[in-house]
């Protein structure tokens, strides 16, 4: 496939792909009414017009806190994770299969990204492996990637089963979602103020450090994970992989689980029904998926390419 971007290797970064949310005057009222249906109008015709899955708008929170403040957050973490990763001899290689399996996937899904969310043209995407048994994967503000082994492993999860829970992390960053949380969290404190929008950050700044190192382990909720399940299901299908595997992903989660949602989930929808909710959403997503090119190139699960070899 065809793309303008490429994968870069360096010690510290692996796997970069570079590119580039009681007026008393009636005329005034009516003024506005007239504005607000006009604008409702001029939206209605890119919503029908769209193809795909819909989630709505980005939430207002997320505008609350600023975006590049989150994303240099979110890098400062990551390099710190492979740090530590590196230094237990836990980070994979380049050369890896599964790495190399991992940035081909993501190569195919990236490209589709730009839709969602404008932003992540200048985001530069890094995808990384963890040697460690934890059934878990995430996607960090500003498109850092990482998978544990031992989703791989575990589940045995082929090559849609991948881009399923990878579009599905990639879909929380694209949607902001920690942002948006971090939003929430200094409007309960009130930290939002109109001396901080005036005369600096002020708390935002303060509270954004003490959030901005917990994005390894943010939880999100459960509307935002349904959300990334549909927004995962549209990236997978653009890309070419097929979405109805979020049917049998979570079909291996719950066999692997007896039912109970591993760390990776622990906040999500329960198995059952997040598997109605991407079938009654498969329709709007399998023609996408019928008209993407394929990936010319397959693999493996880690336990399968042993066997293999």
Not at 12 to 40: E, S, Y
Not at 60 to 67: I, Q
Not at 147 to 168: P, R, S
Not at 200 to 221: H, P
Request: aromatic share 8%; glycine share 10%; proline share 6%.
């Amino acid at each position: 496939m065809k793309t303008d971007f490429e994968f870069r290797d360096s010690p510290q970064r692996w796997g970069h792909l570079c590119g580039g949310c009681g007026c008393g005057f009636a005329p005034t009222r009516r003024r506005f009414g007239a504005a607000v249906l006009g604008a409702a109008a001029a939206w209605a015709v890119p919503a029908l017009a769209r193809e795909g899955v819909d989630v709505g708008k980005e939430s207002r929170f997320a505008k609350l806190v600023p975006a590049e403040q989150v994303e240099q957050a979110a890098a400062k973490q990551y390099l710190q994770m492979q740090r530590e990763a590196s230094g237990k001899g836990a980070l994979a290689q380049a050369d890896h299969p599964q790495v190399i399996r991992l940035r081909a996937i993501a190569a195919r899904i990236i490209p589709f990204s730009h839709e969602w969310n404008p932003r992540a043209r200048t985001w530069r995407w890094e995808v990384n492996l963890i040697g460690s048994p934890q059934v878990n994967a995430f996607c960090m503000p500003g498109g850092k990637i990482a998978f544990y082994q031992g989703i791989l492993e575990q589940l045995q999860l082929n090559d849609d089963e991948v881009a399923a829970v990878m579009g599905h992390e990639v879909a929380h960053a694209l949607r902001e979602h920690a942002r948006e949380r971090m939003g929430k969290t200094f409007a309960t404190r009130g930290a939002i103020e109109i001396g901080a929008a005036l005369f600096g950050l002020g708390d935002l700044a303060r509270l954004g450090a003490d959030i901005g190192g917990q994005l390894l382990t943010l939880r999100f909720g459960r509307e935002d994970e349904s959300e990334a399940d549909l927004v995962g299901l549209e990236l997978a299908a653009r890309a070419g992989y097929d979405p109805r595997a979020g049917v049998t992903l979570w079909q291996k989660m719950g066999a692997a689980n007896k039912g109970a949602p591993p760390q990776w989930l622990s906040t999500h929808p329960a198995g059952a029904s997040r598997i109605r909710e991407i079938e009654a959403n498969l329709p709007k997503v399998m023609p996408l998926y019928a008209r993407a090119e394929k990936p010319v190139r397959r693999f493996v699960p880690p336990q399968a390419a042993q066997a293999k070899g």
